[in-house]
């Protein structure tokens, strides 16, 4: 069984600019979720997208977008990148099923974005 | 936010057993209580989960107040592969909440 795979895993880009960054959820999950986690600190809830709409979305502004596919594969768009962008950005995948929805999360490895 | 409380950091010697603990007194009836990992350079990795009874896997025990407003992750016998940060985590809904974590170093 493939895991959660991201790409890029290393990623510069300068202030102002746009960035996209891409999951590929577990095979058999139809939930993806996306997170923020600065140097030294635990990781931010940004949103969560199941069967390709937004369900759920955390403190974040409206620059940050995402997409998730038919084949549940996802995309995270952030526009207008600030110094504090930087980060590691996590995405996550669950298969969706039952009351409650308690099914763990499956992390990537991440994308380290670095804003100069 | 669902907010949880745990040490900066802990120590602890090889093949002994750890008490990881959490505080979350503004639990409500319905988060359940999640526990996942992260080793350096890597995503976080899911450890346990539950709602009121203690819960048993193949990596850790969980232990949960009667009144759900402390838990303890309990590894029974710690390895050098245990040194990660542990975040215990609330999940109202469709949400998970980190915090900073427990840095858990393991002496050999």
């Known amino acids: 069984e493939t895991g959660v795979t991201q790409s890029p895993t290393h990623l510069i880009k300068t202030r102002g600019q746009q960035v996209t960054l891409r999951c590929s959820s577990q095979s058999g999950h139809n939930t993806v979720s996306w997170y923020q986690q600065a140097l030294g600190q635990g990781p931010q809830f940004i949103f969560q997208?199941?069967?390709?709409?937004?369900?759920g979305r955390g403190n974040f502004p409206p620059r940050f977008s995402g997409l998730q596919f038919p084949n549940y594969s996802s995309e995270l768009n952030v526009n207008a990148l600030e110094l504090d962008d930087s980060a590691l950005y996590l995405c996550a995948s669950s298969p969706r099923s039952g009351v409650g929805f308690n099914s763990p999360l499956h992390f990537g490895n991440g994308t380290r974005l670095t804003v100069t | 936010d669902a907010k949880t409380t745990q040490p900066n950091s802990m120590e602890s010697n090889e093949e002994e057993p750890v008490h990881l603990p959490c505080n979350h007194s503004t639990i409500s009836g319905t988060d359940y209580i999640h526990w996942y990992r992260q080793l350096p350079s890597q995503g976080p990795e899911y450890v346990i989960h539950g709602l009121t009874s203690n819960v048993n896997n193949r990596m850790a025990s969980l232990a949960i107040a009667e009144d759900r407003k402390s838990s303890t992750l309990i590894l029974h016998r710690a390895t050098l592969r245990d040194a990660a940060v542990y975040y215990c985590i609330l999940r109202p809904g469709n949400q998970f909440y980190f915090g900073t974590g427990t840095s858990l170093t393991v002496i050999p």
């Open positions: 997208y199941y069967r390709e709409e937004e369900n």
